[in-house]
């Protein structure tokens, strides 16, 4: 596991000089002048690095997939939504295998209703205080309340409500549909082993990954893009405006959902920091050693050749927040959150801004970082709250705002 104590630099003094790789210069040295050469040319070079480097390739043959509507109920809220349970079959090889998402959609809006899609860390039954949701009997990370043998209990419902804030979002004229991020892989390096890596691959459970394979990041964002697809037929939702969002390694996993998969219409990254929003060459906080260390299953194996090398990276994080545009992208840290690096999320959304910029979209209007609880921009948005690592109301209030406003 490597030297967890490694030390951390939480000082801006300290960060060393770096250049960034410049997202519009293509590898064969020739400069990206047009949205054509852009969407032709460079996004997809970028989208490589990022898969050879960073994430890994996604199992990417197309997928027997069959839904069931497991749970229906009108009158969830008090009334003000429509609650659904679905379930999702892949069947490969002849086996099964299936992920749950639940959907809260306002039944005031006029439909087919806008979404936030984002995978939640402890089960859909702890995103909201509501009995008719089932209670996810997946493998769970220890570390959370209720959590006993490493399964949920029912003291965990609605135990993570405060993070998802669904009253806000149905209000807003929204709705929301989460996965427990588990049902695609538990989050433990030997994980996989009952996750959909081992599923598709040839050798199941005695897989050997190659180094540019996916990790558990993959696996998490090609979960998302498969309830893209039961949107798609599903009438209620309209598709093509589903925001991504996660928080944290979610937040991560957001990013690179948003990134490959171009039916998202927005993206939201919440306090996503190392191998999400914030810059890896500023080695602020956590770090590629840190990270690649602690979570060794996350990443690609490629990508640990870059601990203590973020130089010689050839991509860095404002480049994958460049592969959301022209969508609406929405990055926001916590102040307290130095672990994440705050600054260097804010910096990714600003040097993301040239490839906006090819599109004549605006961005963040700001030359600096602003102060806290001062959210900044309109295409391009960032907001540092006061506070730790979270997602909280304030939170939701801004996406709310940002999603009015492009959606
Ligand atoms: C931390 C990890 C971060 C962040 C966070 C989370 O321990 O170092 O990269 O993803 O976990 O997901 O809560």
Redesign the pocket.
């Known amino acids: 596991m490597g030297d967890r104590l490694k030390e951390v630099n939480y000082s801006e003094e300290k960060v060393p000089g770096y250049i960034l790789p410049d997202p519009l210069l293509c590898n064969d040295g020739t400069r990206v002048a047009d949205v054509f050469s852009w969407k032709a040319k460079r996004r997809p070079e970028i989208l490589e690095l990022f898969r050879e480097h960073v994430y890994g390739h996604s199992f990417s043959l197309p997928v027997n997939t069959e839904f069931k509507i497991t749970s229906s109920d009108k009158n969830a809220l008090g009334g003000k939504a429509v609650r659904k349970e679905v379930s999702v079959y892949f069947s490969h090889r002849g086996g099964k295998y299936s992920m749950d998402i639940l959907i809260y959609l306002s039944s005031g809006a006029k439909k087919p209703v806008p979404v936030f899609l984002g995978l939640n860390?402890f089960g859909n039954h702890t995103v909201c205080n509501d009995a008719g949701i089932k209670i996810s009997c997946r493998w769970m990370r220890p570390d959370g309340k209720g959590i006993v043998n490493n399964r949920a209990t029912g003291e965990t419902r609605g135990i993570n409500a405060g993070r998802w804030q669904v009253d806000k979002i149905i209000d807003g004229g929204c709705g929301l549909a989460t996965i427990y991020y588990g049902d695609l892989e538990p989050d433990h390096p030997a994980g996989w082993r009952d996750g959909i890596r081992a599923f598709f691959h040839p050798q199941g459970k005695n897989a050997e990954f190659g180094p540019a394979d996916w990790g558990a990041i993959g696996a998490w964002a090609w979960g998302l893009s498969r309830a893209m697809d039961y949107f798609v037929q599903d009438g209620d939702i309209d598709a093509r405006r589903v925001i991504v969002m996660g928080?944290?390694?979610?937040?991560?996993t957001a990013l690179w959902a948003g990134a490959q998969d171009e039916r998202f219409a927005a993206a939201i990254s919440n306090?996503?920091?190392?191998?999400?929003a914030a810059l890896s060459r500023r080695r602020f906080g956590?770090t590629l050693y840190?990270?690649n260390n602690?979570?060794p299953h996350w990443f690609c194996e490629n990508y640990k050749k870059y601990n203590d090398r973020e130089d010689s990276l050839p991509v860095d994080q404002h480049e994958l927040i460049s592969l959301i545009a022209p969508r609406p992208l929405y990055a926001a840290s916590a102040e307290e959150d130095l672990?994440?690096d705050p600054r260097g999320e804010f910096l990714s959304a600003k040097h993301a801004e040239p490839v906006y910029a090819l599109f004549g979209k605006p961005g963040l209007g700001v030359a600096d970082m602003p102060p806290v609880n001062h959210p900044v921009g309109n295409f391009i948005c960032y907001h540092v709250r006061s506070g730790k690592?979270n997602a909280t109301s304030y939170d939701w209030e801004q996406y709310i705002n940002f999603a009015g406003r492009h959606l």
Do not use: P, T
């Not at 928080?247 to 991560?252: E, Y």
């Open positions: 860390f928080h944290s390694r979610l937040g991560k306090n996503s920091g190392c191998g999400g956590e840190h990270i602690y979570f672990w994440a690592h």
